[in-house]
């Protein structure tokens, strides 16, 4: 097996004497789509923001591509080869157009005016955004705001994708959408949802999340038939 | 390419403002202002106005916008022209009852619109058009603060998200029955409305900020190239110097 990406090695989270995350310990190997489940306020999105630095952690170790990474200058790599998408779209997307905001994140990687605008472009027209490249931020709907912010991630070309409730608030066109472009990618992902059947979709492996801490979880696949109601339109 | 589109812009057909640099519209707008505000006598004033709709004219400002923008000024300084006869000493024109229009506080009133009037239609005609992200461009380039600069597009960002926060709160406070008053309860009720919008935009300001460390963001905004100016802006860099002595010199003489 080759060297994990990020791992993770008993860390553990405090806020006001709480403990958010316990001991957790964990590491994602490249390809791999993980799946974090669990309940609200179980600790699933403090885990992502501890993998980029966002959260400081009280006590483990967090290695991530190949080095132990502690302060928050070791995280400034991290942030730019493990690309964090955040659930609020509005909270990503702070440049009036979208494709100053895609080109953001090259030109902090160091790449000139035209270089990161080419880049940008070519990103939206892999996912089919072309058209929205002018188009003022404020003015998209919360689907289009989703996709843009996934394209503002991927023209960092980044190794893993940090993905928090990348579905929710979409509809289902736009599910399938998001979907179908994550499929696409040859790339890690942690994927953090609640929506079961995207999971059950993209995840190559899953973790329960409860009350902090880390639990195995059985992903299979196989035929079954059961009985729900649903909506005809 | 730039990012903004003013390479598109400068196609014939084109209002000629627009074919302009946006740092020639700034300091321009600036400097027109300034030349405006010190001028003294009525004709000067009359005439500052005069090329102010010549501009609006040169920069095809849409006329219901140049309307809705000046309803906001006017609406400002509809307190002022009211007070102003009524308040300053001078030959009664007309009275009305105890009340009495003075001539000097109504030339004073008539001053001030023609005044604030001409200075906002010139802003408008030359920075009316501008988008944001461009003029906040120009500020750096011209060598404003990075700070203050990042201030203006952000607002140009989050203004709506914060307006349509503000809507949604209150809208939720009116579906539980909550009606505008004057009573106490109303007001502790607006007191919460603000202080939750403020802890709200903190952080969100905190989310934002932390979505741009995740991109790679230091502190710094990397550098723009800027587009060098034309012979565009070299005439209108001289028109703008005639039409600002040509306003003084009848300033002078009048």
Redesign the interface.
């Known amino acids: 097996m080759s060297a994990p990406l990020i791992a993770f090695e008993n860390v553990c989270v405090e806020r006001e004497g709480a403990h958010v995350l316990k001991d957790v310990s964990f590491s994602l190997a490249p390809g791999e789509r993980l799946a974090i489940v669990g309940a609200n306020g179980a600790g699933k999105t403090t885990l992502l923001r501890a993998m980029v630095g966002l959260q400081p952690v009280t006590a483990g170790r967090i290695v991530a591509f190949g080095r132990e990474r502690a302060l928050e200058s070791d995280f400034h790599e991290v942030r730019l080869r493990a690309a964090y998408m955040f659930q609020d779209a509005d909270d990503q997307l702070f440049c009036p157009t979208v494709v100053e905001d895609v080109a953001f994140g090259p030109l902090n990687m160091g790449l000139s005016d035209d270089e990161a605008l080419a880049r940008a472009r070519v990103t939206l027209t892999s996912l089919d955004l072309a058209h929205l490249a002018d188009r003022l931020v404020r003015r998209l709907s919360g689907g289009e705001k989703r996709m843009v912010c996934l394209a503002g991630v991927l023209a960092m070309n980044p190794d893993v994708l940090l993905l928090d409730e990348p579905t929710n608030s979409l509809d289902a066109a736009h599910v399938e959408r998001l979907v179908d472009a994550l499929m696409r990618l040859d790339k890690a992902m942690v994927i953090v949802s609640h929506d079961r059947p995207v999971l059950d979709t993209l995840a190559t492996r899953a973790l329960a999340m409860r009350d902090g801490a880390l639990h195995p979880v059985v992903l299979h696949r196989h035929a079954h038939t059961h009985e729900h109601g649903h909506i005809h339109l | ?1 730039s ?1 903004s ?1 003013a390479g598109a812009h400068r196609e014939a057909g084109v209002p000629l403002i627009e074919a302009l640099d946006p740092r020639t519209r700034l300091i321009a707008a600036v400097f027109l202002a300034v030349a405006i505000v010190s001028l003294n006598g009525f004709a000067a004033k009359a005439g500052a106005l005069a090329f102010a709709v010549a501009l609006i004219f040169m920069a095809r400002i849409d006329p219901q916008l140049l309307m809705r923008r000046l309803a906001h000024i006017e609406g400002f300084m509809a307190v002022l022209l009211v007070l102003l006869p009524l308040t300053v000493e001078g030959r009664a024109l007309a009275s009305l009852g105890p009340l009495s229009i003075s001539d000097r506080g109504l030339e004073r009133a008539i001053h001030i619109v023609l005044t604030v009037n001409a200075a906002a239609m010139t802003a408008l005609a030359l920075l009316g058009a501008l ?3 461009r003029l906040g461009r120009a500020m750096a380039a011209l060598g404003v603060s990075e700070r203050f600069v990042r201030l203006v ?2 607002i ?3 203004q ?2 914060f307006s349509s926060e503000i809507r949604r709160q209150f809208d939720s406070m009116r579906a539980r029955g909550f009606r505008s008053s004057l009573r106490r309860q109303a007001f502790r009720a607006y007191g919460n409305l603000a202080g939750m919008i403020l802890v709200r935009s903190i952080e ?1 300001a905190e ?2 900020d ?9 502190g710094r905004f ?1 550098l ?2 800027v587009r060098p100016m034309t012979g565009a802006d070299a005439r209108f860099a001289l028109l703008a110097t005639i039409a600002a002595i040509a306003l003084h010199a009848l300033d002078r003489l009048a």
Do not use: K
């Not at chain 2, 932390?210 to 230091?218: D, K, P, Q, T, W």
């Open positions: 390419m990012l589109q988008e944001p992200i597009m952000f140009a960002r989050y709506g998200i969100r989310r934002v932390e979505a741009m460390r995740c991109r790679g963001f230091s990397p723009r190239r």
